[in-house]
C-alpha cells in the first residue's frame, strides 16, 4: 500500500540553524512529491514539490530532492529563522490521492 | 479569486447532535477531499468527490460520516450523532480538473468542531 513516514517532532532549533526533516514514502507507481507547512491557526499550504526522480523542488530557502532509489523527499533549510515555526507535511501523490506524513513541528527560537 | 471557504471555522455540538460542515472549492475546482486532523496527529485522509460524484470514500468511518458535492452548491461533511471522538479540525481541499497532474491542493482554513 501507499504510505509516508516522516521525522517525529517536535523539533526545536535556533534561528540560523540548518534543518532537516527526513521522509520516506512507499507508493504504487510513480507519485509526485510535496512538502505541505502548516502554521498556527491555519489550513496547509504548499511549500514545494518534485514530479520525477531527481527534480529539486524549492521555495523560501527549502529544498527537497525526489530520491527514487531510496524513496525519500527529505527537508531541509540551510538557515532557519523564527517565521519558520510550523507543522511540516511530507506528501506523496499517486492515484488521485495525497498521502499525508503525521507532521513534524518545528520551533525556532531567537 | 477566492480561496477555499469552509464554514463554520469553530462549531460546537453536545453529543448525539449532527454536524454539518460546509466546502466552497475555488472557483474552476472540481474536486474536493476532506481530511481530519486529530489533536497531536497528522493529516487524516476522509473523502475524495468530484461535483454529484463519490470517487473514494476510503477514509471515511462507516457510520454516521457523509459526504456530498452537488451539482450546484458546497461539498457538505455530515456528521450524524457525534460523539467526543469527532472533536477535531476538519479540513476541506480543492484542486482543478487537472489536479491529477499536478497534483497540488489548495486547503481551506478548518473548520474546528468540538464535542461536548
Known amino acids: 500500500g501507499n504510505s509516508v513516514t516522516q521525522m517525529e517532532g517536535p523539533v526545536t532549533l535556533s534561528e540560523e540553524a540548518f534543518l532537516t526533516i527526513n521522509c520516506t514514502y512507499t507508493?504504487?507507481?510513480?507519485?509526485?512529491l510535496f512538502w505541505y507547512v502548516q502554521y498556527p491557526g491555519e489550513g496547509l499550504q504548499l511549500l514545494l514539490k518534485?514530479?520525477?526522480?531527481?527534480d529539486k523542488g524549492s521555495n523560501k530557502g527549502f529544498e527537497a530532492t525526489y530520491r527514487k532509489e531510496t524513496t525519500s523527499f527529505h527537508l531541509e533549510k540551510g538557515s532557519v529563522q523564527v517565521s519558520d515555526s510550523a507543522v511540516y507535511f511530507c506528501?506523496?501523490?499517486?492515484?488521485?490521492?495525497?498521502?499525508f506524513g503525521t507532521g513534524t513541528s518545528l520551533t525556532v527560537i531567537p | 479569486n477566492a480561496g477555499v471557504m469552509q464554514n463554520p471555522r469553530h462549531l460546537v455540538r453536545r453529543r448525539g447532535q449532527e454536524a454539518r460542515l460546509r466546502c466552497s472549492p475555488m472557483?474552476?475546482?472540481?474536486?474536493v477531499y476532506w481530511y481530519r486532523q486529530l489533536p497531536e496527529e497528522g493529516l487524516k485522509f476522509m473523502v475524495y468527490?468530484?461535483?454529484?460524484?463519490?470517487?473514494?470514500e476510503s477514509g471515511m468511518p462507516k457510520e454516521r460520516f457523509s459526504a456530498e458535492f452537488p451539482k450546484e452548491g458546497p461539498s457538505i461533511l455530515r456528521i450524524q450523532q457525534v460523539v467526543r471522538g469527532d472533536s477535531a479540525a476538519y479540513f476541506c481541499?480543492?484542486?482543478?480538473?487537472?489536479?491529477?497532474?499536478?497534483?497540488?491542493?489548495?486547503f481551506g482554513e478548518g473548520s474546528r468542531l468540538t464535542v461536548l
Open positions: 472557483k474552476g475546482h472540481s474536486h
Open positions: 506528501a506523496p501523490f499517486t492515484g488521485n490521492q495525497f498521502y
Open positions: 507508493a504504487t507507481g510513480y507519485p509526485s
Open positions: 468527490l468530484q461535483k454529484e460524484n463519490i470517487i473514494d
Open positions: 518534485a514530479t520525477k526522480a531527481d
Open positions: 481541499a480543492s484542486s482543478p480538473p487537472t489536479g491529477g497532474d499536478t497534483g497540488e491542493l489548495f
